[in-house]
């Protein structure tokens, strides 16, 4: 149960993120969750990141624009927090203060993989400026669906449009999961690993399991 203090209210829903590299089929597998848990009752809402918000959603199309290739990479890690901001006031903590389910793709974990890891900025200071935007709070659970890189861009192919960070070197897709991985190993109870073996379906299964567990343990 998310059910932390904050300015206005005690935060009572859960919140819920899936992380992963490119290709690992997070965003699919939060949708089937998302309809499974509608099914049972619960009140649902999907969101991501960057984006989730009108703002958000300009400064995700900063970030992903092919043409911003020259973007520095404090740039893009400022960008990434500024939506996170704007997302927590506007649509996270409103949702969870009413008992909602919130289903996020991406959050903070993917900040630290990316461009603390990826882009080898400082993790202190990412983790710092992270406590500040967020205050401190995390996710209840954390779904990391993992995928070799390979693969995961190998999928990408069929898509009509690659992305700024869909473009990058299979070397900051490997650094990206071994970042992931790394925190997985730091916080074993938030962040659970799923392996994306399998089709659709079986990992659906596979998701299905621990959310469970957790919602009986919450």
């Known amino acids: 149960m998310y059910d932390k203090p904050f300015a206005g209210g005690v935060v009572t829903g859960h919140f819920i993120t899936f992380e992963g590299v490119e290709g690992s089929g997070k965003t699919t597998q939060l949708a089937i969750l998302a309809d499974d848990l509608e099914t049972r009752g619960l009140s649902v809402v999907r969101t991501r990141e960057p984006g989730g918000t009108k703002i958000g959603d300009a400064i995700r199309a900063l970030i ?73 709070r995390q996710p209840d659970l954390t779904l990391l669906l993992d995928i070799d890189p390979k693969k995961g861009l190998a999928r990408l192919k069929g898509r009509e449009e690659i992305n700024r960070l869909d473009r990058e070197a299979l070397q900051f897709h490997e650094a990206v999961r071994k970042g992931y991985l790394h925190l997985a190993k730091r916080n074993p109870r938030r962040i659970q690993v799923v392996s994306t073996d399998g ?5 659906a299964q596979k998701i299905r399991k621990v959310v469970d567990d957790y919602f009986r343990n919450a």
Do not use: W
């Open 199 to 203: 089709a659709v379906d079986e990992i």
């Open 64 to 136: 992903l624009d092919s043409k911003n290739q020259t973007m520095d990479a404090k740039a893009e890690l400022l960008l990434y927090l500024a939506s996170r901001a704007q997302h927590l006031k506007e649509v996270i903590l409103p949702a969870l203060e009413t008992g909602k389910v919130v289903l996020c793709d991406r959050f903070a974990d993917a900040t630290y993989a990316y461009q603390g890891v990826g882009r080898g900025l400082s993790k202190r200071g990412i983790e710092q400026i992270g406590r500040f935007v967020t205050e401190g």
